[in-house]
């Protein structure tokens, strides 16, 4: 059973909850505590909202908002498709402002599922009879917030903290430091009320090994936040999850599928995960709407056709240079076939259609050729509309990440496959850079021994017999790539501010967005982070 719980009500909720959910305006609806609910669907109703706000964006607006700004993804215009007002050029070239999109969407996104989160305590609080599930309910959604926050925290730097539900005060920003202090304490409180079970039934919410991951997470990045190193925090953390015995690594057989359609509560690495499903009323898992190329639409199976704007850069690509290595399979390079390994996929067009820029006589004479996707992005039609042109070439230009396989069984763009949150091989490489920065070992583990122990599940080449944090880094690039941490981890190892594509903005402000004007013009409290 691949489905959560709360996600059989879910349905229903957009019609129960309908209120503004900016964090400056208090959630109000019609639902009031003492009439509702009443029973136990009622009760996984009320929660329900908060996992179903959760999903809403997290493979979209923070997909993007996280991945287009490193080096990892770039999504380029191609013969103006795509350009979309400079809103991807935005975050390749580090120029957005308090009025972007995607950035902005990340703010009105989390401040809906703390807003929501509240509500939905506060009305549980006020009529679910007192027992184990009411307690662990509760638990489940500070958690949550908590979650949420750390995401907040980590986008916006200084934000507010709101935990009470109905009021209208508005409130200034919170420091980081004040912020990172209150997720860890709402962690620490919580996590004894949360369940130890991993199964099905517990699949998509919170567990104790959610709260531990996200410590630990909060941790490792804990100088960087506060100014004050938390390593052997971190370490203490990841040795909770490890030492449940409640995940395991997958083989190098199972790696890729790790990422299917058909993924789910079997996976043994997914410590907690987002359920995605067409038929979910909320949230949009659309990778291979964005990475498949045009061409490749018959040989995934696909009932639409793909845009294929999105792709990777060479300096990120450049990471998977180990031949033996399964983790190159999530990647279409190349020339293209078929599923059989020897059929090419071909496209028939014009001479001019393959190529723009043709210049010889027979511009609409046909031309076919083999799908060849190039490792460049060249801005050739129009550098300022970060255009690479509107011909075959331009499609073709950058490799395509397909780690989130195509669903062939969806009738729409939108996918079933899972996006993992917290991994168990995230655990073990976390705890191995909080060693190489000092902390101390614990159970004989040491950082060589543990980022081994994760690559002998992806490589049939040597263990390593030496480790930098270079070395790091650079596996957590081959390890988690399109999983969201990418602009987390740059910025923890200084690589923010490098240069790649057609970046050349290295100002150190940008590791945080602005906050969007329309929070700015809501809340008269808000002030803006520095350098916008």
Known sequence: MKKLKYFLLLAILPVLFVSCYDLDVPITTQITADAYPSDSAGYVSTAGIVYSKFRENYAMAYYFTTEL????????????????????????????????????????????????????????EANMPAGSQKTRMLAELRTMRALSYFYFMDLFGNVPIYTTYGSFEQKAKSDRTEVFNFIESELKACVGNLTTDVSALTYGYPTQYLAYSLLAKLYLNAEYYTGTKRYDDCIAACDKVISSGKYSLATRSQYLKMFYPDNGPSTPEFIFAVPYNPSYTSGYMYR??????????????????????????????????????????????????????????TVTTTNQGYNQFYSGSDPKGTYTYQVNL????TLRQDSLLFDCGNDEIAWNMGYRNIKFYPDATSTSRNQNNDMPVFRYSDILLMKAEAILRGGTATNGQTALSLVNTVRANRTTSSAWTTITLDSIYNERAR??????????????????????????????????????TTALNLNKKLTQNPGY
């Open 69 to 124: 700004s490193t080096d990892e993804a770039i999504l380029p215009a191609r013969g103006g498709n795509w350009f979309d007002n400079k809103g991807y050029r935005y975050f390749h070239y580090h120029e957005w402002t308090p009025d972007y999109g995607w950035a902005n969407t990340c703010w009105d996104w989390l401040s809906g599922i703390i807003g929501y989160d509240n509500q939905a305590m506060y009305i549980l």
């Open 288 to 345: 291979a709407r964005y990475d498949v190329p045009r061409s490749e639409q018959a040989k995934f199976g696909l009932p639409f056709k793909p845009s294929a704007p999105e792709s990777t850069l060479p300096e990120f690509y450049a990471n998977f240079d180990d031949p033996n290595d399964v983790r190159n399979g999530q990647w279409l390079t190349g020339l293209q076939y078929l599923n059989d390994g020897v059929t090419p996929v």
């Open 374 to 377: 190039s490792p460049n992005v």
């Open 479 to 516: 390890e988690f790539a399109y999983e969201t941490w990418r602009r987390n981890d740059m910025i923890r190892f200084g690589k923010y501010e490098g240069k790649w594509g057609f970046k050349k903005d290295a100002s150190v402000y940008r590791r945080i967005y602005p906050i969007p």
